[in-house]
């Protein structure tokens, strides 16, 4: 289900930060050499607390901050050994279109989720480069639903960021015949 080796800088201080259902688990402590040696483990069960989901209209600007005490989702990407802390943004979408999400920070190393209504990502879009002023935009066509939209960071940090979405309803396309061993050319433009 999860593993961690945090052994390579020559301190042996693996973490596990895992979110599971009831049930029992089995922990195994090993050495990727096969040495000896006395070891600690320690288990702890943890409440992840209640992620409040806030309502957001398509075309509206949420100014917000990651804080230390935010809600967390583990597991974001894989099991690791990071908490994530998330701001959950809640969308309606009520026909067949085009989901736009923007994030702009100062200060995160941000990244931008899309959740369906089971919580199950969907999409996901990181600042390519951290402590940079920049946005992070994700694109999707979206099927009707219920969406989350989730604004956290890739390293542990807080700070503010900007929020919007937009939606969008897909345009005609138009296909032009393309005869076997022929070719075309054309433009592609932001009306298309």
């Known amino acids: 289900i999860a593993f961690d080796d945090d052994?390579?800088?020559g301190v042996a201080d693996a973490l596990l930060l895992t979110s599971l259902p009831a049930g029992d688990y089995v922990l195994i402590a090993t050495t990727a050499n096969g040495a000896n040696g006395a070891y600690s483990l320690q288990v702890l069960l943890e409440d992840p607390g209640a992620c409040e989901t806030r309502d957001l209209g398509f075309g509206d600007t949420v100014?917000?901050?990651?804080?230390?005490?935010?809600?967390r989702l583990l597991d974001i990407l894989a099991?690791?050994?990071e908490e994530n802390r998330v701001d959950l943004y809640r969308v309606q979408v009520t026909e067949p279109g085009i989901l736009a999400v923007?994030?702009?920070?100062?200060?995160?190393?941000?990244?931008?989720?899309l959740l369906d209504s089971t919580r199950k990502i969907v999409d996901s879009s990181v600042t390519p480069v951290p402590g940079r002023n920049q946005t992070i935009r994700l694109d999707i066509s979206a099927p009707p639903g219920e969406y989350l939209i989730g604004v956290t960071h890739t390293v542990v940090q807080v700070g503010n960021y900007q929020l919007r979405a937009t939606f969008e309803k897909p345009r005609a396309c138009d296909a032009e015949p393309l005869a076997p061993d022929t070719s075309t050319t054309g433009a592609l433009r932001s009306t298309d």
């Open 7 to 9: 052994g390579a800088d």
């Open 63 to 71: 100014n917000g901050q990651l804080a230390a005490a935010d809600c």
């Open 79 to 81: 099991p690791d050994d």
């Open 102 to 113: 923007e994030v702009t920070s100062t200060q995160l190393s941000s990244a931008v989720l």
